[in-house]
């Protein structure tokens, strides 16, 4: 009797949790770093988002994150204390000689490379996008930069590792479609996981 108590018990809080869930994620938004330039390939992304509402924000890490609001009212992210730091957070390069550049160049190098260091700091899932190249073009060296591929693979596998980084590399005409569903799927499984419970 207790047994069947609990567990009716149980399936009523799961599916009032599983409405609570949907109802924030009815909400969800895409927040876009202000330093964001503005230009036809953006637009074009933002266009890929669809009916996603997106904002700009100024971000302490990365070009893109989400925001939503929770049974209690209270949105996800604080827009009040300045630059936010994410959770889970896109970092886009137009394409591989951009990621090369921040790898290896000499004025980009030190400012990605502490951009990183604040994503782990900060135990934000960094999701990389590189536009319009492939893991193939890193194997065959199909960029401009005379580094070789088995460096470059180097650099990229252990910052991967180090960085709990994820590198997608995507078409530029479907780069906002997978923004949006990298930030979406995370939030729902922050939200399966009870991270945002009590907030």
């Known amino acids: 009797m207790i047994k069947t108590i609990l567990s009716s018990i149980r399936k009523v809080v799961n599916k009032m949790y599983g409405y609570f869930i949907q109802k924030t994620l009815d909400t969800f938004s ?13 637009q074009l992304r933002y266009q ?13 890490i990365g070009d893109y994150t989400y925001d939503a609001i929770l049974p209690s ?24 000689d951009e990621l090369i550049s921040n790898i290896i160049g000499r004025h980009n190098k030190d400012r990605f490379k502490r951009e990183l260091e604040r994503a782990k700091a900060a135990n934000c899932k960094l ?10 073009d890193i194997f065959n060296g199909n960029y ?3 580094i070789e ?3 470059l ?15 997608n590399f995507i078409s530029r ?26 907030k």
Request: aromatic letters at 8%; proline letters at 3%.
């Open 30 to 42: 895409i927040l876009v770093d202000s330093r964001e330039q503005k230009n036809e390939r953006a």
């Open 48 to 60: 890929q988002f669809g009916t996603t509402p997106y904002d700009r924000a100024t971000l302490d």
């Open 73 to 96: 009212g209270k949105h996800i992210v604080d827009r009040e204390r300045g630059a936010i730091t994410p959770r889970c957070v896109i970092e886009r390069k137009m394409n591989a």
């Open 127 to 136: 999701h990389l996008i590189v536009e319009d190249a492939t893991w193939a």
């Open 144 to 146: 401009r930069s005379q």
């Open 149 to 151: 591929p088995e460096v």
């Open 153 to 167: 693979l180097s650099y990229l596998t252990a910052y991967q590792a180090h960085y709990n980084m994820q590198i």
């Open 173 to 198: 005409e479907h780069s906002g479609e997978l923004i949006k569903a990298l930030l979406y799927y995370d939030l729902c499984e922050r939200l399966r996981n009870g991270e945002f419970d009590g």
